[in-house]
């Protein structure tokens, strides 16, 4: 029986296995590798694919579980408690890159409806290679990091209300403000039954399916639901799209929301393989490269266009320059939702072909670019930021700056303090200890919440970049005793590191890092201290498990300054270092130390001291502890009494403990 769908599978997965592990060894997005595979397979150049169709189809299950995939994950309590810099920093970017866009395609006689359009597909980014690259540079939470990861959030969803009202702007319909209200009619009664479906019935069906602990049967619901709500919203006109993610806010709403994600990734990340591989083989080959000037004319504006907004949006923001160029560099590129947009508006009509054949080079090829941009991005910002500019321009930046830093912060005369760059969960912890510990210190940070923050405890704080040497004299560097960098930006925390050197020669540098590979670049730079965060962790697990195991303090503190002093290359090999702790120390021959608890009826002990109760004596096991009501008595004497309740750490025998057990349990 011949099933030519299957051959098509087999064919264009196959061929994505292999230009995918290619891409991996030149760190290139697999993203491209399926748009590739189906530029490799389309009609345009080999033409393997015989049921193009029924491909579209299986991409469209494909763009179901990724709608689906992003309501769970954005919540709607999380859309309700969206920050300013979505808002704010989305909207600047989405709607300006929307208004230039279309101004200009409009300029160059491309209808209105189509130049609105255009801009729509041109003002989304690629959330899947950007935070993929951002995850793997440990940059998400650096300040660059943050707001390119708000403006993608926005750019998630406005992508929802783009869907619904392409249809409109093919103009078929004379009565649009009708059209508009019958639309807005349908989403409302949509939201209601959503609503009424998240608060319940859904956890109810899904309470009752989790007490079956069936593996198979939670996830069958949750596919079943994610395509009921989008065959729901199909059959009353919207997209299936639409009711896939507004199935996923439901559940993002549920305890299993976690457990639901974790089910469906893998359906997703097959099926939307397809969808990139169906919209690689839409790909002319022969439009491309007799229009290949005028592509790469168009990449190069597209670029520039973005970045142009992308930097107002940053400016509107307050950001320093540093943040800008990195945030600029970084969202510069179409995104994977506009390959989703732009096949509504070819099967609407309203996205020309031979336009649509640009835009699918333009977006191949800006993804394409992407992670080489970004992993240079610290370079270009660097040289960019050394580009002379005029005096006065200079100067009233840094006037302005000045301000800022009166507005933001009363810094008096420090000396001997500590600086404590960046307010998360280490800075937090290090101003709470210097707190306590009554020492000086100041903290520098450039987020916006974790400025108030800061400010809400009193801590004094000073808004600004530390790799400005003007932010680091207003903190007076130069008197500091030690400054502590604890951000996630491992290109910010070397230019801080070289700012401050150049500044103070005695100040004591310890860095938080990430990974061990960046301890030699960072003490080179000028640290004196570097703290990688990786090897941190697992020392402090591993010696309270030593301690569990009874193994010496001094033999403990021997083995962490042993990794410490090799630049944790111990824990990166299977060879035993000269001196690793031994859990020989425990082999005592037929001894063992156990706890049993004192129970109710135990009246041979109970309200006894240890010398009457004859544990030594008579049993021959000895009492090491005593942990009562959450508190532990360790110095243990013959008048210790025992009460009812009590849980002690007993040394001794297996046999004499196992007849002492039968006394406590009576």
């Known amino acids: 029986m011949d099933i030519p769908i299957l051959k098509d599978i087999v064919i264009i997965l196959g061929l994505s296995i292999f230009i995918i592990l290619l891409f991996q060894k030149i760190k290139v997005p697999s993203l491209l590798g399926f748009l590739l595979a189906g530029i490799i397979a389309g009609p345009y150049a080999f ?21 689906f995939i992003i309501g769970i994950e954005l919540s709607l309590k999380g859309l309700a408690a969206i920050k300013k810099t979505i808002i704010i920093g989305g909207g600047i970017q989405v709607g300006g890159t929307i208004l230039l866009t279309a101004f200009l395609a409009n300029i160059v006689g491309i209808p209105l409806n189509t130049a609105v359009f255009i801009g729509f597909l041109f003002s989304l980014s690629s959330t899947a290679i950007v935070l993929k690259t951002l995850q793997e540079k440990g940059e998400v939470t650096s300040p660059h990091g943050r707001i390119t990861v708000a403006i993608l959030i926005f750019q998630d969803i406005v992508v929802v209300p783009m869907m619904l009202l392409t249809p409109l702007l093919t103009g ?3 009565n649009i403000w009708g059209t508009l209200g019958i639309l807005a009619i349908k989403i409302i009664g949509v939201l209601i039954v959503i609503y009424l479906l998240a608060i319940y019935i859904v956890p109810r069906i899904f309470e009752v399916v989790v007490k079956s602990k069936n593996r198979e049967l939670f996830i069958l619901t949750t596919i079943v639901f994610c395509f009921s709500v989008a065959w729901l919203t199909s059959a009353i006109g919207l997209s299936l799209a639409l009711g896939a993610f507004f199935a996923g806010l439901i559940i993002s709403e549920s305890d299993y929301s976690h457990q639901a994600t974790a089910n469906v990734l893998p359906f997703r990340e097959i099926f939307i393989s397809f969808f990139f591989i169906s919209v690689g083989s839409l790909l002319d ?14 990449v190069a504006g597209v670029i520039l266009l973005k970045m142009l907004i992308i930097l107002v949006t940053a400016v509107t923001l307050r950001y320093p320059a540093r943040t800008m160029f990195l945030t600029m560099f970084s969202i510069f590129q179409v995104g994977e939702f506009s390959l989703l947009l732009s096949t509504v508006g070819l099967e609407s009509g309203l996205l020309p072909s031979n336009i649509y054949q640009y835009f699918l080079a333009i977006s191949i090829i800006t993804m394409a670019l992407t992670p080489f941009i970004m992993n240079y991005a610290p370079n270009m910002t660097y040289f960019m930021l050394k580009i002379p500019i005029p005096k006065k321009i200079r100067q009233r930046l840094h006037s302005y700056h000045n301000l800022q830093l009166q507005a933001h912060s009363n810094i008096k005369e420090l000396k001997d303090h500590l600086i404590i760059i960046g307010y998360g969960i280490n800075g937090k912890n290090i101003s709470k200890v210097a707190k306590s510990a009554n020492i000086p210190h100041v903290i520098v940070d450039l987020e916006q919440d974790a400025f108030q923050q800061a400010k809400k405890n009193n801590e004094t704080i000073v808004f600004g970049d530390a790799t ?18 604890a951000i996630s930006d491992p290109d910010a925390t070397k230019k801080i590191i070289n700012e401050v050197r150049s500044l103070s020669q005695t100040a004591y540098i310890i860095v938080r890092t990430r990974y061990v590979k960046e301890i030699a670049e960072n003490i080179r730079l000028g640290a ?13 697990i591993f010696s309270r498990v030593l301690r569990k195991y009874l193994i010496p303090h001094d033999e403990i503190m021997e083995f962490i300054n042993n990794v410490r002093s090799s630049d944790y290359e111990m ?17 005592i021959p037929n001894k063992e130390i156990v706890t049993l608890s004192v129970q109710q009826g135990a009246n041979a002990v109970v309200e006894k001291t240890i010398m009457d109760s004859g544990i030594s004596k008579n049993y021959g096991v000895t009492v090491l502890a005593i942990k009562r009501n959450n508190h532990y008595i360790t110095d243990i004497t013959p008048d210790a009494v025992i009460k009812r309740g009590d849980l002690l750490y007993l040394f001794g025998a297996p046999s004499n403990i196992n007849n002492l057990n039968k006394v406590l349990s009576v």
């Open 528 to 540: 004196d201290d570097v703290i990688p965060e990786e090897f941190e962790t697992s020392i402090e």
């Open 47 to 67: 033409n393997l694919i015989s049921s193009q169709h029924e491909v579209e189809l299986l991409s469209e299950i494909g763009i179901i579980f990724l709608l």
């Open 468 to 485: 400005n040497p003007v932010i680091l004299k207003h903190v007076h560097v130069q008197e500091a005793r030690v400054v502590v960098i």
């Open 172 to 174: 078929q319909d004379e």
């Open 571 to 587: 824990l990166t090999t299977l060879k035993a270092g000269p001196h690793t702790p031994s859990y020989q120390h425990l082999n």
């Open 285 to 298: 080959l022969n439009f491309f490269f007799n229009n290949l000037i005028n592509v790469l004319l168009l």
